[in-house]
């Protein structure tokens, strides 16, 4: 199974078995904020295509600031949406469930997250990089 792993935002962090990283999808001046969906999913598609993925796993939006759940919303619509096109599987987590994964506790910060990250080799460039990190390990270790 060929996972890439997830951590939706405009920040989005990533992670496949060769590599993983952060990709800043903020809209440039003078543009959409569609243009975010239109470089995610373009992005995505690259990397499935690339990588050979056959299981997507991403984190679920939570919280309550509105205009990031909206904005994750509308990627995760599109990332369903390519998943079926290329005949991808696909499945979500919840910020706890990964938290709880990665440092026993479901309410763990994000120092918490990058420090466990380092603790297993890797060197993340920020908390949203961890997060697809302790992800595509929990979809390991859920896959078997």
């Known amino acids: ?9 405009t920040k989005t962090g990533w992670k496949t078995e060769t590599a993983s990283g952060v990709w800043d999808l903020k809209p440039n001046r003078g543009e ?8 995610f999913k373009s992005k995505v598609k690259e990397i499935i295509q690339i990588e050979g993925i056959t ?7 939570a919280g309550a600031n ?3 759940i ?3 919303s ?21 910020a706890n469930e990964i938290k709880k994964f990665a440092t026993g506790k479901g309410n763990a910060g994000k ?4 420090n466990a990250a380092v603790k ?9 990089e961890a997060d697809a990190i302790h992800l595509y390990l929990l979809t390991q270790k859920d896959l078997g």
Do not use: F
Not at 74 to 94: K, P
């Open 1 to 9: 199974m060929k996972i890439l792993a997830l951590d939706i935002a």
């Open 32 to 39: 959409s904020s569609g243009m975010r969906v239109v470089r």
């Open 55 to 61: 299981q997507v796993s991403y984190e679920r939006p």
């Open 66 to 68: 509105k205009s990031s």
């Open 70 to 72: 909206m904005a994750e």
């Open 74 to 94: 509308e990627m995760i619509g599109v990332l369903i949406d390519l998943c079926i096109e290329m005949g991808v599987e696909y499945a979500s987590y919840s």
């Open 111 to 114: 120092p918490e997250m990058i």
């Open 120 to 128: 297993l080799g890797y060197n993340p460039i920020d908390d949203n």
